[in-house]
């Protein structure tokens, strides 16, 4: 190896080696510090892009899961709701039965048409306030509701208004409906049970979309698990693996310091060849 005092080529080649080395354990410090092994786009381009995309959907997921959770109030109230007015419809069949006894008197018979009535309002009531933020499915002019089922938005799961207003087809007693005499109680007698038949069929159809709203939340809960467990396998970083490797730099990076110590003394090395 030529000597010279101009270009000390060991020093050279240690410096690159030990600015190597602190490349290298700068990165490792930066997994350790962030946990990732991917933290920017300058890491690992296509990896990060990826994750990116990934991560974009699982915080799409989130209004997926809010949407799911508001349809899901919103069936659950109108269950309420509905079982409130099958047992109205219930003790209304009850009255009417009562009143259609042909030797009830007349007192009897007016305080049961009191009663019947009072009980067909309270359906109305009832109806009402069958509301969660601002939607009732069993009211007078309800719409259909659709909840976000994915990711973009281009599918939902919708449920079908189910009225159960007085005088509609679902409740079939009229509004001034009476049991004031035997006649209109035996009318009132069918009327009823046909309501109360189709109260139970709304309700079993609000029942069963109330639990593919339940099943498909839960399904999105998974769903997302499974994308934050696939980021992480993408872009973090394996902790025991870069503390191994950071004691392995750091024993690399003072022997590298030695190594260009040594190679920076070549040059006293002329010295001794000019002394006598």
Request: hydrophobic share 40%; glycine share 10%; proline share 0%.
């Given at each position: 190896m030529t000597l010279s005092v101009n270009t000390n080529v060991g020093a050279m080649v240690a410096l690159q080696n030990l600015n190597a080395t602190n490349m290298e354990l700068g990165q490792t410090q930066n997994r350790i510090n962030t946990?990732?092994?991917?933290?920017s786009a300058k890491d690992n381009g296509a990896i990060w892009a990826i994750a990116q995309g990934q991560r974009a959907t699982s915080n799409a997921l989130n209004a997926v899961k809010d949407s799911l959770n508001r349809g899901t109030s919103v069936i659950d109230v109108a269950i309420a709701g509905g079982e409130s007015v099958a047992d109205l419809l219930s003790q209304m069949k009850e009255k009417a039965l009562a009143a259609s006894d042909t030797s009830l008197d007349t007192?009897?018979?007016t305080a049961m048409n009191e009663d019947f009535k009072s009980l067909r309002d309270q359906i109305s009531k009832a109806v009402a306030n069958a509301?969660?933020?601002?939607?009732?499915l069993l009211k007078t002019g309800a719409v259909p509701?659709?909840?976000?089922?994915?990711?973009?938005?281009?599918s939902k799961l919708t449920v079908n208004a189910e009225i159960m207003a007085l005088s509609g087809s679902v409740v079939t007693v009229a509004t001034t409906g009476t049991i004031g005499t035997v006649t209109?109680?035996?009318a009132m007698i069918a009327t009823v049970t046909t309501s109360i038949a189709n109260v139970s069929a709304a309700l079993a159809r609000l029942g069963t979309k109330s639990k593919a709203y339940e099943m498909h939340t839960t399904f999105i809960g998974k769903l997302q698990d499974s994308l934050d467990a696939g980021i992480g396998n993408l872009v973090d970083a394996d902790l025991a693996k870069e503390s191994a490797k950071l004691q392995a730099l750091q024993t690399k990076?003072?022997?590298?310091?030695?190594?260009?110590s040594i190679a920076?003394?070549?040059p006293q090395t002329i010295l001794s060849l000019f002394r006598g």
């Open positions: 946990g990732k092994k991917v933290a007192a009897s018979r509301d969660f933020n601002g939607v009732n509701i659709a909840a976000l089922a994915n990711s973009d938005g281009s209109t109680a035996a990076q003072q022997l590298g310091v030695q190594a260009l920076n003394q070549t």
